[in-house]
């Protein structure tokens, strides 16, 4: 049955494969808080990969998690793994539409 299923499940499926990829990136690389109040972890952008990916409009979750993880981007960005996810004029434009400045790095 799951041959008929539609091409958004394997999409899903591969989004959050890529997600799970990032974070064991990210742990391996010592990806460790910016800040005291914030654990960086790019699986709390994962509510944002619709917006980056195909220009819809950010959900509320994104925008808040986007604030969240705003101190950790220059730390993604740096990362080669989440580079070409995070620094991507869709990024920006998320980042922008949640009233979250991108930050300088």
Do not use: D, H
């Amino acid at each position: 049955m799951r041959a008929s299923s539609s091409s958004s499940y394997k999409l899903s499926g591969s989004i959050v494969w890529w997600i799970l990829m990032v974070a064991v990136v990210v742990a391996a690389a010592g990806g460790g808080g910016v800040a005291a109040a914030v654990t960086c972890s790019p699986l709390q952008l994962s509510s944002c990969v619709s917006a980056i990916r195909s220009s819809t409009p950010p959900s509320k979750l994104c925008c808040t998690k986007i604030k969240e993880q705003r101190p950790c981007l220059c730390q993604y960005m740096k990362n080669p793994a989440l580079k070409p996810y995070v620094n991507t004029p869709n990024a920006r434009k998320v980042a922008s539409t949640c009233g979250t400045p991108f930050p300088k790095c």
